[in-house]
């Protein structure tokens, strides 16, 4: 099925280390979301976007929609042991579907 | 606790048999989403229901189907089951139908089949 690139797609960084990771599309979306996902459980939306260059933080977290719109990024600050986990992007495009196109996700360690 | 239920959590079934996998929306939401997930694979839409309407379909197998009922719980039905089904099953919900609508999602159902 079609996805989202998503990268990196694992990262090991240090406690207290900023972590950033993006999203990039060939097809301009209207709409970003972020997810983190734990071991055995449903995704659970931390930020949502909905217009171009829109800058969205919570807590520690700060997502932006792209300009261009075809991209998104997550940034992490001052790390801690439970981000662990994998963090999803999905998409939703311009052409009217509300389906949603999720990334392949990055799965992040946290080095105590 | 997103408000999204399923059940059941665990499922394990053998080759060629049928499952019924069902999802409660979050209260007053009425769109409903089902997602695949394949170990260590990302989420893969299936299908999209609102107001027990089909609106959207993804890469859903026709061994699988799926139905929104009037009070708007969904269920998702998987048949002729084979070994690469196994995945983790997600629905998620969201109130409208429209651009600017998120989506939460349930705990999901982890299909087992042997």
């Known amino acids: 099925g079609q996805q989202l690139n998503q990268s990196p797609q694992s990262m090991f960084i240090q406690e207290g280390e900023d972590v950033s990771m993006n999203c990039t599309s060939s097809?301009?979306?209207?709409?970003w979301l972020w997810y983190k996902q734990d071991p055995g459980e449903g995704p659970v939306l931390l930020i949502a976007?909905?217009?171009?260059?829109e800058l969205t933080s919570n807590g520690r977290l700060t997502a932006q929609f792209g300009i261009t719109r075809k991209d998104s990024f997550l940034n992490i600050s001052a790390s801690i042991p439970s981000d662990v986990g994998i963090y999803f992007c999905?998409?939703?495009?311009?052409?009217?579907?509300?389906?949603?196109?999720f990334g392949t996700g990055t799965r992040l360690k946290v080095l105590a | 606790d997103s408000g999204v239920t399923q059940t059941p959590k665990h499922l394990i079934t053998a080759t060629g048999q049928r499952v019924t996998l069902r999802c409660s929306p979050r209260?007053?939401?009425?769109?409903v989403y089902w997602y695949q997930q394949s170990l260590d694979q990302g989420l893969q839409f299936l299908i999209h229901?609102?107001?027990?309407?089909?609106?959207a379909k993804g890469n859903i197998l026709e061994r699988f189907s799926a139905q929104q009922f009037p009070d708007l719980h969904s269920e998702l039905n998987l048949s002729s089951l084979e070994l690469g089904d196994s995945a983790l099953y997600f629905c998620?919900?969201?109130?409208?139908?429209?651009?600017?609508?998120?989506?939460?999602f349930g705990p999901g159902t982890r299909l087992t089949v042997l």
């Open positions: 976007l909905y217009k171009a260059g």
């Open positions: 998620a919900s969201s109130d409208r139908d429209s651009a600017t609508d998120t989506q939460y």
């Open positions: 209260s007053g939401d009425l769109s």
């Open positions: 229901y609102y107001n027990g309407e089909e609106r």
């Open positions: 999905a998409g939703r495009a311009t052409s009217g579907t509300y389906k949603y196109i």
């Open positions: 097809s301009i979306f209207n709409t």
